[in-house]
């Protein structure tokens, strides 16, 4: 899937405005770099940003990929869904789309997938290594029609950690990398219930909790102002980094 080039232009313009602010921050001659120096600054963040991380390989897998966070949503919706294997969840597209969608996990099957071998690293100080299978979000995004308004793509949940929602948000840049996938196995079976089942996000440029579990929903929009507690995620409106890059 590639790139549109509007939401390139768009996710550079963010780059850009992050730089020059950085860049004034530090102070000195850096204030005054020619246009060409900029570009190739604003170029250098763009590569570092669109980079893939690294793959490994099936002998890397860690033999028991931990649960984190939610381990088992207490919603009764959650319970009976999981007892009849999620036939009846749906993964909502809205937001700011032309196009509307709902999927069942039939449906995200059927997409074409991706399959990568990667290592999550979690704030609290653990790793782990495991391979994730589903199909890249831009795939998803492509097929809803992003309108020209939209800056970020959030995530909804199943789950509440202490009465409020679990939910999360990237850039678009973040949103069209190609190791962006909404997985739906690990390690070649179904997601396990500890780890976001039936379907999660991998955000692999990002820390841990970036990852949303227990996927409900993925809507397109222009601020974060106004959802949740307007920070961008659960840990956010709690003071954890929006960007959280490794
Ligand atoms: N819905 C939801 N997503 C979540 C969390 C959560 O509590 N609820 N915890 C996050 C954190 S802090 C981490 S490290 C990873 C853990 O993923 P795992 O349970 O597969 O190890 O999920 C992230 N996504
Ligand atoms: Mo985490």
């Not at 860049?23 to 020619?34: E, L, N, P, R």
């Not at 869904?81 to 036939?87: D, T």
């Amino acid at each position: 899937m590639s790139l549109h080039r509007r939401d390139i232009l768009l996710a550079m313009g963010v780059t850009l405005v992050g730089a020059c602010s950085k860049v004034a921050d530090s102070g000195g001659s850096t204030v005054f770099d020619t246009a060409e120096d900029l570009h190739r600054k604003a170029q250098r963040l763009f590569q570092s940003r669109t980079a893939l991380v690294k793959e490994y390989s099936p002998e890397d897998i860690s033999p028991f990929f931990r649960g984190n966070g939610t381990t088992r949503p207490a919603e009764a919706s959650y319970a009976l869904s999981a007892a009849n294997g999620f036939a009846d969840w749906r993964l909502t597209v809205g937001g700011l789309v032309d196009n509307p969608l709902a999927f069942s996990i039939e449906n995200i099957r059927r997409l074409p997938q991706r399959t990568q071998i990667t290592r999550h690293d979690c704030v609290e100080g653990w790793s782990a290594i495991g391979q994730w299978t589903g199909p890249q979000l831009s795939l998803v995004l492509d097929a809803a029609g992003l309108q020209d308004s939209a800056r970020f793509i959030v995530f909804r949940c199943a789950d509440e950690l202490n009465g409020n929602a679990y939910y999360e948000s990237i850039d678009l840049l973040d949103a069209y990398h190609p190791q962006t996938i909404i997985a739906h196995q690990l390690n070649g079976e179904p997601l396990p219930i500890r780890n976001g089942a039936p379907l999660r996000m991998r955000i692999e440029r990002q820390l841990g909790y970036k990852h949303a579990k227990y996927l409900t929903g993925i809507e397109a929009v222009a601020s974060l102002d106004g959802i949740g507690g307007g920070e961008g995620g659960y840990w956010e409106d709690r003071g954890y980094q929006w960007y959280a890059g490794i």
